[in-house]
């Protein structure tokens, strides 16, 4: 059981995925502000250096390091979609807990929920049937989660159990104001820049149905935003009138693209992106392209998003 396997262990790794957002990097807080208590050495790792900033509000925020500890024994990952999302390769003994769809269930143990809003709720649950105290720092850091994976609870998923946790997390300590602030009113001068560019510059394709945005390495130069603030634009692209999925490739810096593709459930995001070896969720997904043919790519990609919309 993952239960006995953290009581068995000295020093553990709780592990953020790539580019974390706030689910991934506020459940591995949470877990963080839980296992202080047992006296244990912890460490909270990602291997990315670009953290969002607007993360940093977030408690152990400034924890975080890029270094994996040699002498760790144990691994906790969260919201990572598969083993690649870690950005690391380990043969330590791995907790995988997640709520993607796409999870194979890696790792020694995997504790995946896919009707779940979000990872932070599938840490909420495991506390809960665990009896584990939540407080203030832990409550803040599970909300912010939540919060974010739901688009402050404006997804079609969102249901009784999803108000009951955040009620419950509120009532533990929650900063709701806070969370909302920094997740959602704390917009770069560069993020706009881009915004503006993007949507000046964006392909309806299938009868209107697609938004293509295309973003090279010049556009962000020239932005000064990060790979982060581009995906903004697709939640907002898919609240136009008819837009059915927002398809965004990201040159990347080391070759190739990464794909970002959000719809409405019509289209299964993570079915098309799982053969460009991505996932994630129905509505939500990605992948990294390394070959450098973007328009093969995005014919491929239209074309079975096209499929799917018939």
């Given amino acids: 059981m993952p239960s006995s396997l953290i009581e068995s262990s000295s020093h553990i790794v709780l592990v953020a995925h790539i580019n974390p957002d706030a689910d991934s990097l506020g459940a591995a807080c949470a877990f963080y502000s839980y296992l202080l208590r047992s006296q244990k050495k ?22 975080l390091t890029q270094r994996f500890p040699v002498d760790a024994d144990c691994v906790i990952c969260f919201d990572c979609g ?3 999302r870690l950005g690391i390769d380990t043969t330590l003994p ?21 009707s779940a809003m979000s ?3 599938v840490v909420y649950e495991y506390f809960v049937a665990n009896s584990v105290k939540i407080n203030g720092k832990i409550a803040t850091a599970l909300y912010a989660g939540l919060l974010d994976d739901s688009k402050c609870f ?29 997740l959602y009113r704390r917009r770069s001068l560069a993020s706009l820049r881009l915004k503006g560019k993007l949507l000046s510059q964006m392909k ?4 209107g149905r697609v938004a293509l945005f295309e973003v090279t390495l010049g556009l962000l130069e020239e932005t000064g935003a990060t790979l982060v603030e581009c995906k903004q634009i697709l939640d907002e692209a898919l609240e136009m009138r008819f837009i059915q999925a927002a398809l965004m490739i990201i040159e990347h810096p080391r070759g190739g693209s990464k794909i ?4 409405d459930g019509e289209v299964n ?3 098309i992106l799982k053969e460009f070896g991505g996932g994630g969720h129905a509505t939500r997904s990605g992948a990294r392209y390394k070959q450098n043919n973007d328009s093969e790519l995005i014919k491929n990609l239209i074309t079975m998003i096209t499929k799917e919309l018939v």
């Fill in 42 to 63: 912890i460490s909270l790792f990602c291997t990315s250096n670009d953290i969002d900033q607007r993360l940093a509000f977030l408690p152990w925020f400034d924890k």
């Fill in 82 to 84: 598969s083993y690649s």
């Fill in 94 to 114: 791995l907790i995988n807990i997640d709520h993607h769809a796409s999870n194979d269930g890696y790792g020694t143990h995997a504790i995946i929920d896919v």
């Fill in 119 to 121: 990872t932070t709720q």
């Fill in 154 to 182: 404006s997804l079609g998923k969102c249901d009784a159990k999803t108000f009951a946790m955040a009620h419950h997390l509120i009532q533990s300590g929650a900063d709701h104001a806070m969370c909302t602030d920094w």
């Fill in 204 to 207: 309806l394709l299938s009868d």
């Fill in 260 to 263: 970002s593709l959000r719809t």
């Fill in 269 to 271: 995001a993570a079915k």
